[in-house]
């Protein structure tokens, strides 16, 4: 059986870094967690590094500002690795044409923001669909009303035109408040359900981890033992699935995304866990209703 635990003590003696998600880990996208503040202030004090590890398709800047926003202390963390980073490196590169269409909000128009440790990103022009070259998505235009089912007609003028998808925020649905919402992944997954190419940035694929230990290493100023690291989320395809494939220990917080799958009250119903890992063909390091 899963060890379930009841408190991130138990387990935090064993690693000098985490790896932490933010939306159903440390907020709720509308404010922070207090009880996942103050285990992460725990572990911080007693010199722990914490990472915050985010599927944001937005730049480290603009989701530190986020979290300004909602009232996340900046001395809570020591670095931030987003998807949007990962991806943005990726678009500044070229592969994907130097014009690319945008598939998402206005607020997250930092995404293509010039930055002196991104090459070639000043050279990428937003342009309408029928000119270009590539497709780059960050969300819904609107999240609050619309679903994947809304971009039919965009996906598949994409798709005829054999345009590749950069897909900066991998997750398919996260929680704002008490109301599930769309991101990212699921429009790029509709786009491949209908033919086209799809690319990731964030978890759980690789770029996003080797863009976090890279900013470990060099805030450490030395490598960290993977065995050190813990990765903490909620989410199974995503933050535990991507952890472990990097052979980093994993903790689960049940109360988040697989909350009613779980049974989770308070804490998750142990046989209901153990079913809901099996069915994800994963395990886990420790499970726990919410982060604390």
Not at 78 to 94: I, P, Q
Not at 232 to 246: A, K
Request: proline share 5%.
């Amino acid at each position: 059986m899963t060890r379930i635990i009841e408190s991130f003590d138990e387990i935090s003696d064993n690693y000098d870094v985490v790896f932490c998600d933010l939306w159903g880990c440390l907020h709720n996208g509308i404010a922070p967690f207090p009880a996942a503040v103050t285990a992460l202030e725990r572990f911080r004090d007693k010199g722990g590094i914490v990472l915050l590890l985010t599927n944001s398709p937005r730049p480290k800047a603009s989701v530190m500002e986020q979290l300004d926003g909602i009232g996340v202390a900046r001395d809570l963390y020591h670095e931030v690795a987003s998807s949007g980073d990962s991806a943005r490196s990726a678009v500044g590169s070229g592969q994907f044409g130097k014009k690319v269409y945008h598939l998402g909000p206005e607020r997250d128009f930092p995404f293509f923001e010039p930055s002196p440790f991104i090459p070639g990103l000043a050279d990428i022009e937003r342009v309408p669909l029928a000119e270009a070259e590539g497709v780059v998505c960050t969300g819904l235009f609107d999240d609050t009303t619309e679903t994947p089912d809304d971009y039919a007609a965009i996906l598949l003028e994409a798709k005829n035109r054999g345009l590749k998808l950069i897909c900066a925020n991998p997750d398919v649905m996260v929680d704002r408040g008490d109301r599930r919402i769309y991101c990212a992944g699921a429009i790029a997954g509709a786009y491949t359900e209908r033919g086209g190419e799809s690319l990731y940035f964030g978890k759980p694929h690789p770029p996003i981890y080797d863009l976090a230990r890279n900013r470990l290493t060099a805030f450490a100023g030395k490598v960290i033992d993977d065995k050190r690291i813990l990765c903490i989320g909620d989410g199974i395809n995503t933050d535990i699935r991507g952890g472990v494939g990097e052979g980093l220990d994993c903790l689960f917080i049940t109360g988040g995304l697989a909350a009613r799958e779980t049974g989770t009250d308070g804490q998750p119903d142990q046989l209901l866990l153990a079913r809901f890992l099996e069915a994800a063909q994963t395990t886990v390091t420790a499970s726990i209703g919410h982060l604390r």
